[in-house]
């Protein structure tokens, strides 16, 4: 398995413009997780899907993100319009949660800009 | 709600010292606790995990529940070690997805 895939790794664009970030489970995980890490606040939860149906959306800064996960293996998180505070880096994680090993597996991430 | 705290933002030692990274939590019910470590720029990696008590790189972590307390500790620090290390706390509960409340995050730094 490849592991948890994220795209793009990094992305550089202007205020106001919108931004998709993408994410690729690990095939049989059945949660997803979306986190934003800064410098200043650490490692954030956003939202979260459990069966790809979003459970708690409550860390999503405000309306101007948004997270979908239309099927088990793909979700996006957009921002629209993008802000130069929503500069960080984007994780995704998935997991099994059937039993076992209960450890998140983490993307690469997206390291955004925002200019 | 559950909470977990990382009270050194930084941390450096001297390769071959001991060095131990804090980390308490509060959480009303029963918790399972995690390690992370993220090297320079790379991905979050599961470094160990209470429930398992192994020793992973040379690292383990005993959770205290007297003192709501799952330092992580290593008797000889080595450079390669330098990283940004996360404590993490996911409810101890079978059902639904099991979030993970990270904290803050301690960057180890290991000087030669």
């Known amino acids: 398995d490849a592991g948890v895939i994220q795209s ?20 049989g995980h059945n949660s997803l997780f979306w986190y934003r ?6 490692l954030e939860l956003l939202i979260y899907f459990n069966n790809n ?36 880096v984007y994780f995704c994680a998935s997991i099994s949660g059937t039993g ?4 998140y597996t983490f993307g690469s991430g997206t390291r955004l800009t925002v200019v | 709600a559950q909470r977990v705290t990382q009270p050194e933002k930084l941390l450096s030692v001297f390769k071959g010292a001991p060095v131990e990274l804090k980390c308490n ?14 090297y320079s720029r790379q ?46 706390l996911s409810p101890l509960s079978s059902g639904s997805a099991r979030q993970l409340t990270f904290g803050s995050g ?5 000087l030669p």
Not at chain 1, 37 to 42: S, V
Not at chain 1, 55 to 64: K, T
């Open chain 2, 43 to 88: 991905r979050l990696q599961l470094l160990l995990r209470h429930i398992s008590r192994e020793s992973i790189k040379g690292f383990t972590a005993d959770l205290n529940k007297g003192e709501t307390s799952f330092h992580l500790k290593k008797p000889f620090a080595q450079e390669e070690d330098s990283a940004m290390y996360y404590c993490a």
């Open chain 2, 106 to 110: 301690t960057q180890l730094t290991v």
């Open chain 1, 100 to 103: 076992g090993d209960y450890g």
């Open chain 1, 53 to 88: 149906v979003p459970i708690d959306d409550s860390g999503m800064p405000e309306d101007r993100f948004s997270a979908k996960m239309p099927n088990a293996s793909f979700s996006t998180l957009k921002i629209q319009p993008s802000e130069p505070r929503d500069s960080a």
């Open chain 2, 25 to 38: 939590y509060s959480y009303s019910g029963s918790p399972e606790l995690f390690w992370y470590v993220q």
């Open chain 1, 37 to 42: 890490q800064t410098m200043m606040r650490g």
């Open chain 1, 8 to 27: 793009p790794r990094h992305e550089v664009t202007e205020m106001g413009q919108e931004v998709t970030l993408r994410c690729k489970p690990i095939s």
